[in-house]
């Protein structure tokens, strides 16, 4: 019965004003949400997380090794995204809708559908603590909100495990990143983060959540930090939405 009128409510919601697919526009029917069902049946998913060598570990893991240090006897890192994220293609509007229009049940859509998916997997199942990248305060201040932490704890929430946003700190303004090569997003993040605070419990696997891997340069500086307040044997993975590089 409760449904029923739920179903009602929301009917009547979407007649005043219709909900639309966030990637092609059709109307959503009563039981879509965000997406429509042709394009979450086109939904171009990775599925990274059911291997542990892919093209965004093999990126991540090629940047590792020129990292002196944060080689360690577990050397491969696991990475993985939830889609490919093709500039040209319409799905970019997942993490446009999440980013600049506010729109943050779309973030915690796809993180509890990223998180459920690993928590299937052999490689992140076991994570127990999870990392937002975070956002330095003045632009945290300005968009209301950190795109990667909306993610982040709709993961967390997927997989039974804390969400820590104490950990990890930004500790410099940086540029924003999309008008840079890969040299200069590597240096523009370069110690860029440090870890405010390691006592989170014997830890064994964490987790570093972003929105968008592109170069991978500023999930590298997160790892960086996090390494040195971490050592071996925790494993340090890394988990984003889209991934930039088919
Ligand atoms: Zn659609």
Same mark, same amino acid.
């Given at each position: 019965?409760?449904?029923?009128i739920?179903?009602?409510?929301k009917?009547?919601?979407?007649?005043?004003?219709?909900?639309?697919?966030? +990637?092609?526009?059709?109307?959503?029917?009563?039981?879509?949400?965000?997406?429509?069902?042709?394009c979450?049946?086109?939904?171009?998913?990775?599925?990274?997380?059911?291997?542990?060598?892919?093209?965004?570990?093999?990126?991540?893991?090629?940047?590792?090794?020129?990292?002196?240090?944060?080689?360690?006897?577990?050397?491969?890192?696991y990475?993985?995204?939830?889609?490919?994220?093709?500039?040209?293609?319409?799905?970019?509007?997942?993490?446009?809708?999440?980013?600049?229009r506010?729109?943050v049940?779309?973030?915690?859509?796809?993180?509890?559908?990223?998180?459920?998916?690993?928590?299937?997997?052999?490689?992140?199942?076991?994570?127990?603590c999870?990392?937002? +990248?975070?956002?330095h305060?003045?632009?945290?201040?300005?968009?209301?909100?950190?795109?990667?932490?909306?993610?982040?704890?709709?993961m967390?929430?997927?997989?039974?495990?804390?969400?820590?946003?104490?950990?990890?700190?930004?500790?410099?303004?940086?540029?924003?990143q999309?008008?840079?090569d890969?040299?200069?997003?590597?240096?523009n993040?370069?110690?860029?983060?440090?870890?405010?605070?390691?006592?989170?419990?014997?830890?064994?696997?964490?987790?570093?959540?972003?929105?968008?891997?592109?170069?991978?340069?500023?999930?590298?500086?997160?790892?960086?930090a996090?390494?040195?307040?971490?050592?071996?044997?925790?494993?340090?993975?890394?988990?984003?939405?889209?991934?930039?590089?088919?």
């Open positions: 019965m409760k449904k029923l739920s179903d009602h409510i009917a009547l919601a979407d007649l005043m004003l219709p909900r639309v697919c966030i +990637v092609c526009g059709r109307k959503l029917l009563i039981y879509e949400k965000h997406l429509c069902l042709p979450c049946a086109d939904m171009p998913f990775t599925h990274f997380w059911e291997r542990s060598h892919n093209p965004m570990a093999d990126k991540f893991n090629g940047l590792l090794q020129e990292s002196p240090g944060l080689v360690t006897p577990e050397h491969y890192a990475c993985c995204s939830l889609f490919f994220y093709d500039h040209d293609a319409h799905y970019r509007m997942i993490l446009y809708n999440l980013k600049y506010g729109n049940e779309v973030g915690e859509h796809f993180g509890r559908m990223l998180g459920m998916r690993i928590a299937e997997s052999a490689h992140f199942r076991d994570v127990d999870v990392i937002p +990248v975070p956002l305060w003045r632009r945290r201040w300005k968009r209301g909100y950190n795109q990667a932490e909306v993610i982040a704890s709709a967390a929430g997927a997989l039974g495990v804390t969400m820590r946003t104490d950990v990890l700190k930004r500790r410099r303004y940086t540029k924003t999309t008008q840079l890969i040299e200069a997003k590597s240096a993040v370069s110690g860029a983060f440090e870890v405010c605070r390691s006592d989170v419990g014997n830890v064994k696997h964490l987790l570093i959540v972003d929105d968008l891997f592109t170069t991978g340069s500023t999930l590298m500086a997160c790892f960086a996090l390494r040195k307040a971490f050592p071996y044997p925790v494993r340090i993975s890394v988990a984003t939405l889209g991934f930039v590089g088919r």
